[in-house]
């Protein structure tokens, strides 16, 4: 089945200590993206990806950082959580970057 | 970055009614996406819709990119069509308007 998956799906952590979402496709897609979704913020894009070893900031970047060695992981990395990173993270992937995306099921984390 | 405007931004409605909900943005795009995400929190790809209009099922999606607008019609609304439905111009990437919480009572 074609899907996009994330692990963990549900994470509550402390502050400062170094955490990794990690994100996966099986479509051979060349773009992927992260966002997160806040209350009142709708969803802003954090980092994305035209293919292996290209990354690229989005919108909210800061505080996040992301690598792409293959071609269907995406891992984010927080090195340093802090609370104002509570949120829920979506990883995406498509063939490029004007194609339709798809997303994975979402993160859901805390940083107390 | 592109802006987008979706309206209302809440809606209610008794099941088995039709609603229209309407998506604006501010500057040519690539590609238009709608989503619905389901009360787990879950987005679903619903039209992938440049122009013109598209059908699945109860839902229909139509595109005007000259306009800049695109709609979204969900006919004979059921419970499950409960959720935040969200339209996400393309240009290099998506932009997401606020979502349009739609509530569909029994």
């Known amino acids: 089945e074609a899907q996009v998956t994330q692990n963990p799906r549900y994470l509550i952590t402390v502050t400062g200590k170094k955490l990794t979402v990690t994100c996966s496709q099986n479509?051979?897609?060349?773009?992927m993206s992260w966002y997160r979704q806040d209350p009142g913020l709708g969803l802003r894009q954090i980092y994305y990806s035209m293919n292996v070893e290209v990354t690229d900031k989005g919108d909210v970047p800061e505080g996040y950082k992301v690598s792409r060695k293959e071609k269907r992981n995406f891992p984010l990395i927080l090195e340093s959580p802090s609370p104002n990173q509570t949120s829920l993270y979506f990883c995406?992937?498509?063939?490029?970057?004007?194609?339709?995306?798809?997303f994975g099921p979402g993160t859901r984390l805390t940083v107390t | 970055g592109i802006q987008v405007e979706q309206s209302p931004p809440d809606l209610i409605l008794q099941e088995g009614a039709n609603s229209t909900l309407r998506c604006n943005f501010s500057d040519s795009v690539n590609n238009l996406q709608w989503f619905h995400q389901n009360p787990w929190g879950q987005l679903i790809n619903l039209f992938y819709?440049?122009?013109g209009t598209k059908q699945n099922g109860r839902l229909s999606a139509t595109t005007v990119a000259t306009e800049r607008y695109s709609l979204l019609y969900i006919s004979s609304s059921q419970t499950t069509d409960s959720g935040v439905y969200f339209c996400?111009?393309?240009?290099?990437?998506?932009?997401f308007g606020a979502g349009t919480t739609v509530t569909v009572r029994a």
């Open positions: 995406a992937s498509s063939l490029s970057s004007f194609d339709e995306q798809y």
């Open positions: 996400a111009p393309h240009d290099y990437k998506l932009s």
């Open positions: 819709i440049p122009s």
């Open positions: 479509m051979n897609h060349e773009y």
